[in-house]
DNA sequence: TAATGAACTTACAAAATTGTAAGCGATCAG
DNA sequence: CTGATCGCTTACAATTTTGTAAGTTCATTA
């Protein structure tokens, strides 16, 4: 939970009123939540799906970057019609709308990301 | 100073070789790192002048986000001909490889951040 | 030469993020 | 009806980032 009192917060706010990009920035920030992005790129995926195709993330940490994602309105949770309490992940239009800057992102990192030979 | 054994580390380790994007991501991660590499797009700055064109930000932390981007080698740190001890910053050519990265954020801020309206 | 300013650094504290471990309420297969 | 699985939630601890306040060094200015 953020304080909304701050000089932490405030900061943010006011970086956000003068720079544009530091504010995508900020719907991006959190370990795992433009990864996911990517993922959901491939099409509509369930929580369990996620959490195999990132062996890393911990069950809390994906429900809590999967709602943050929700809220700020780049991915929708949507029930089975078929089965209840069954949930799928896909991105909303604003998602979509970022693929450009998923593409750029992952542009540059392919070129110049060294880790990504192992 | 991070901890190179703790689980955090680790696992942003683990994010990078998996995600081009997450590792482009990382080299920008810092509350300030993009706002100032903007900034060096306009041109070569000195310490003084992007302080005063961050009006929040302590020099404490511009000092730490000076020299973090300097470390990944994004901004280059030049000392003055005819001036000792007094520094310019300027993007790096992988700096400056940045841009279409750095426009597409940007591009989707403008759209998308209500924020800027103040 | 004393004062000023630029560009930091240091020690410390607060806040934010991430990880660990366990538990919980459906739903469903058997 | 029973146990298993899915999709979470909770309480707590470790780690990381950011902020506060003060001080330092060198070079220039007056």
Same mark, same amino acid.
């Given at each position: 939970?953020?304080?909304?009192?701050?000089?932490?917060?405030?900061?943010? $706010?006011?970086?956000?009123?003068?720079?544009?990009?530091?504010?995508?920035?900020?719907?991006?920030?959190?370990?795992?939540?433009?990864?996911?992005?990517?993922?959901?790129?491939?099409?509509?995926?369930?929580?369990?799906?996620?959490?195999?195709?990132?062996?890393?993330?911990?069950?809390?940490?994906?429900?809590? $970057?999967?709602?943050?994602?929700?809220?700020?309105?780049?991915?929708?949770?949507?029930?089975?019609?078929?089965?209840?309490?069954?949930?799928?992940?896909?991105?909303?239009?604003?998602?979509?709308?970022?693929? $450009?800057?998923?593409?750029?992102?992952?542009?540059?990192?392919?070129?110049?990301?060294?880790?990504?030979?192992?």
């Amino acid at each position: 939970m953020r304080k909304i009192t701050s000089t932490n917060y405030i900061n943010a $706010q006011k970086l956000h009123g003068l720079c544009d990009a530091a504010y995508t920035l900020s719907q991006l920030s959190g370990r795992w939540k433009l990864t996911l992005l990517v993922k959901l790129r491939e099409g509509s995926k369930r929580f369990s799906e996620l959490k195999g195709e990132l062996p890393a993330i911990t069950e809390r940490v994906l429900a809590l $970057q999967l709602k943050e994602l929700e809220k700020s309105g780049l991915i929708l949770k949507q029930e089975s019609i078929l089965k209840k309490k069954l949930y799928t992940y896909e991105l909303s239009p604003l998602g979509k709308s970022m693929d $450009q800057v998923i593409q750029s992102l992952s542009d540059w990192g392919k070129i110049n990301n060294l880790q990504a030979e192992l």
